[in-house]
């Protein structure tokens, strides 16, 4: 099975500040890793995934994400935040070659943006 | 807008009753699944089912209940309801493949009093 931590339940950043959120996961076998973004009162957004190659990869709204296999982790980062950006944001995990894809997902982190 | 819809929005029902929740998939997806996110237990996944066929199965109580019909739209049922079963219940869809982008619906808020 596959599990997710997300290191930190809320994030307080000064606007126009540089953010890293974290996550960490757990799996035996190789995984598929995703990025959602949660604004009040509305559905999940997908902000960027990670399948296979490179590393890095870059998602909607300047935000981007580095796979590290070594460490198991997957933390999202943007240079510059904006007020727009206060949302809770989930890390997700998923199996390859499991026979299903269903998704585990982590607590979240509610990222609060001062101007 | 994701193109998946959910409906109703929000359903206020007492304990020990039994409420349907409905999904519509977006266009020539076959996969839906069902999760519920509520403060104490977060986001969970509770079935997945493609094309009509339950494929995986979570944390889904035996008094939840689901099915994906040929139209492709999903309904979960829950019956004898407890306080506890207060939550956002989420429906989302994809493709088929590992790794394919799950869009998410924006919810169904359960309240049982």
């Known amino acids: 099975a596959q599990s997710v931590t997300q290191l930190d339940s809320q994030v307080p950043v000064f606007e126009e500040a540089p953010v890293e959120l974290r996550c960490n996961y757990s799996s035996s076998v190789s995984v598929y890793l995703f990025w959602y973004v949660q604004y009040p009162n509305q559905g999940l957004q997908l902000l960027l995934k990670?399948?296979?190659?490179?590393?890095l990869v870059k998602g909607i709204n300047g935000f981007e994400a580095e796979f590290n296999k070594s460490q198991t982790s997957f933390h999202l980062r943007k240079p510059s935040v904006h007020i727009s950006d206060t949302a809770e944001y989930f890390c997700a995990v998923g199996a390859h070659n499991f026979g299903n894809e269903k998704l585990t997902f982590g607590t979240g982190t509610r990222l609060t943006i001062i101007p | 807008d994701s193109g998946v819809t959910q409906t109703p929005k929000h359903l206020i029902t007492a304990t020990g009753q039994r409420v349907t929740l409905r999904c519509s998939p977006r266009?020539?997806?076959?996969?839906v699944y069902w999760y519920q996110q509520s403060l104490d237990q977060g986001l969970q996944f509770l079935i997945q089912?493609?094309?009509?066929?339950e494929r995986a199965k979570g944390n889904i109580l035996e008094r939840f209940s689901a099915q994906q019909f040929p139209d492709l739209h999903s309904e979960l049922n829950l019956s004898s309801l407890e306080l506890g079963d207060s939550a956002l219940y989420f429906c989302?869809?994809?493709?088929w493949g590992e790794g394919k982008t799950q869009y998410f619906g924006p919810g169904t808020r359960l309240l049982v009093l």
């Open positions: 990670y399948l296979s190659g490179s590393t």
């Open positions: 266009s020539g997806d076959l996969s």
């Open positions: 989302a869809s994809s493709e």
């Open positions: 089912y493609y094309n009509g066929e």
